[in-house]
């Protein structure tokens, strides 16, 4: 098993930045496919980006990309994902998660373990 905490949320203007960090229990971090979501209220939760397990390889949703990139230190346990030229449209709670294993996907139902989301709120 392996537990997710998310951190690095808040509220930033319109253009600003943020990064995201996702701290990750266990020894075998490195083992997991990571992936960001959020969750805008009254919307369905959307996928963002995921990383490979050796950090080599990345997919990210039309929404974000170009603007957010998503990377991982293994040796820290840990996955970011750094948001740049920041919308209202982005506010929501984020939440990482984490699948062992496996190919890069997009579907939450693939992942198995999910952090407690941080808020990240922009203003216009």
């Known amino acids: 098993q392996v537990q997710l905490v998310e951190s690095g949320g808040g509220l930033v203007q319109a253009g600003g930045s943020l990064r995201l960090s996702c701290a990750a229990s266990g020894r075998t971090f490195s083992n997991y496919v990571m992936g960001w979501f959020r969750q805008a209220p009254g919307n369905e939760r959307e996928f963002l980006a995921t990383i490979s397990g050796s950090g080599g390889h990345t997919y990210y949703a039309d929404s974000v990309k170009g603007r957010f990139t998503c990377s991982r230190d293994n040796a820290k346990n840990t996955v970011y994902l750094q948001m740049n030229s920041l919308k209202p449209e982005d506010t929501a709670v984020y939440y990482c998660?984490?699948?062992?294993?496996?190919?890069?996907?997009?579907?939450?139902?693939?992942?198995?373990?999910w952090g407690q989301g941080t808020q990240v709120s922009v203003s216009s």
């Open positions: 998660a984490a699948r062992l294993g496996g190919m890069l996907v997009t579907s939450q139902g693939l992942y198995a373990y």
